[in-house]
């Protein structure tokens, strides 16, 4: 059976992906190993709370800006039952999001078979083959991999492979009842594994070698949550908790227990610690075993996530792309590409990349006048409204394009920044980006008025020639809404009348502003 669009795994990614595909009339094909869509998240997480907000009740009747505080609705158009209708919980419960996404895979009609696990991935010329374990086959143009950091990653120390992990441990808890317990890793799954485990541990320790991540500091929603957090008090209030900070070297199996040899990172000094028992935390990776030598996609980030550009595709092997968490390459550690919150607007974008190589159709674009306050209204229409410039901070924009022929503005939508810097559309021309970010501004004289710790606010970007020229940071809103525009909008101003003061035959579009 022969498609031109195979996409690999029914999660939010390939759901998504395959609801802008079925708007076309690209034929598409998703293959899903299980029995229903979503099927990542009927055991993951196992305390089964998800750490993606779910925030119904906003003030605002938008569908874009509520969008900003809904963190699991895939974008199905303003009629589509949002996530909350399925739970109301601020952070939901994991088994709500499986019945949302076979909802939402039965009510758009996506295209997908279940049941069909591929076991092989090969390449014959330009096309790829799959074949599954019932000995089904399927070829494509085009093969989108949407099956997530599927494999438990594996740390590099001798034992490592004696201990439970993450997904697998026991929670029965007389296993750990007055034990001495070790938790290996400092993400959201070795705390959420440590607070399951208070009320039965008598000695609980989390070890990594690196610092903890608070995403109260770094802003990045994958990093540790306040909701998992509550194992720190029994660190800081000396309650037989602690949080460690070195190198595992060996784990030996003694007795009913483990010998732990760890170097720790502050002074480099080696010890050797005891414990009842192990579980490892250590995060997940991209598994490529189904792939043959000849599709074999290159690895990067740790070798937990595949190579991409910036529209997605492998680096080695063409018309290869990838979606969902794998997707988070290109902004590894940063914005919101972990969550639905962004898999839903790069996968989006994706979809564009896809139909301009497939049938050439271009990115959608919409013209702005540069002549009275239009660019300054629609910018200020963005900051009030968009969602996916606000997930996907720093790392997607709109772009404003000055066409010096017909004297407008070319505006482009939710593109990712590397697009824009790396592709010839942008390049040897004038225009601006709008973005929201937590970085202060390069000005040292603006920086000053920003706080040292980062809040998210808009950015706009006065760039000539692929390089930024100038950098417009609006102050905090603390309703982070930026209604009023003279307020917020001045430095804006003159950043728009410095360009149209370099356009030639182009009046200035703000002198007139009162």
């Known amino acids: 059976m022969k498609y031109t669009v195979i996409i690999l795994g029914a999660g939010p990614g390939g759901l998504q992906l395959a609801h802008f595909l079925e708007n076309t009339n690209i034929d598409y094909l998703v293959l899903e190993r299980h029995n229903e869509a979503g099927s990542f998240f009927r055991k993951l997480p196992r305390g089964r709370r998800l750490i993606s907000i779910n925030k119904p009740n906003t003030g605002f009747e938008n569908y874009e800006k509520n969008l900003r505080w809904d963190w699991n609705s895939l974008l199905g158009g303003c009629e589509d039952p949002p996530f909350s209708d399925y739970d109301n919980e601020f952070y939901p419960n994991a088994d709500s999001i499986v019945r949302y996404l076979n909802d939402f895979t039965a009510r758009h009609f996506l295209k997908v078979r279940f049941g069909e696990d591929v076991e092989e991935v090969t390449r014959q010329g330009d096309n790829f083959r799959l074949r599954t374990g019932g000995g089904n086959t399927f070829s494509c143009d085009y093969l989108v991999v949407g099956t997530g950091v599927s494999k438990t990653h594996n740390p590099p120390f001798s034992g490592a492979d004696l201990i439970p992990s993450y997904t697998d441990y026991s929670m029965d808890p007389a296993v750990y009842t007055n034990k001495r317990v070790l938790v290996i890793g400092k993400g959201n799954s070795a705390f959420e594994t440590a607070n399951y485990l208070l009320p039965f541990a008598s000695h609980l320790h989390l070890i990594s070698p690196n ?36 190198t595992i070297e060996s784990i030996t199996p003694v007795g009913e227990g483990y010998e732990v040899q760890v170097t720790y990172t502050e002074n480099s000094m080696s010890v050797t610690l005891y414990y009842d028992r192990v579980i490892k935390a250590t995060g997940f990776s991209f598994d490529t075993s189904i792939f043959s030598s000849e599709c074999m996609p290159d690895i990067a980030h740790e070798e937990r996530l595949p190579d991409i550009t910036c529209e997605w595709e492998s680096t080695n092997v063409k018309k290869m792309f990838f979606v969902g968490t794998l997707m988070q390459g290109n902004d590894y550690k940063k914005s919101a590409s972990t969550f639905i919150a962004g898999i839903r607007y790069n996968a989006r974008a994706l979809g564009y990349f896809l139909r301009k190589r497939i049938t050439g159709e271009v990115w959608p674009v919409s013209s702005v006048p540069c002549k009275g306050e239009e660019l300054y209204k629609s910018i200020f229409s963005r900051i009030h409204n968009s969602s996916s410039l606000w997930h996907l901070f720093g790392c997607m924009c709109d772009a404003y394009v000055y066409d010096p022929e017909g004297k407008v503005y070319l505006h482009y939508r939710n593109i990712p920044n590397r697009v824009v810097d790396e592709q010839e559309l942008f390049k040897g021309s004038i225009g601006f980006t709008l973005q929201f970010g937590y970085h202060s501004p390069r000005d040292p004289q603006e920086r000053k008025k920003f706080d040292d710790h980062g809040f998210i606010h808009p950015i706009v970007c006065l760039w000539n020639d692929g390089q930024i020229k100038r950098e417009s940071h609006m102050l905090l809103d603390v309703h982070a809404e930026w209604e009023d525009m003279n307020f917020f909008g001045k430095s804006l101003q003159h950043l728009i009348e410095e360009c149209h003061d370099s356009l030639p035959d182009l009046e200035p579009t703000m002198s007139n502003r009162q």
Do not use: E, M, P
């Not at 306040?226 to 000396?238: C, E, G, R, W």
């Open 211 to 246: 610092y903890l991540r608070s995403a109260a500091y770094t802003h990045f929603s994958g990093d540790l949550r306040s909701i998992n957090a509550t194992f720190l008090d029994t660190f800081f209030l000396k309650q037989q908790g602690a949080v460690l900070n070195g």
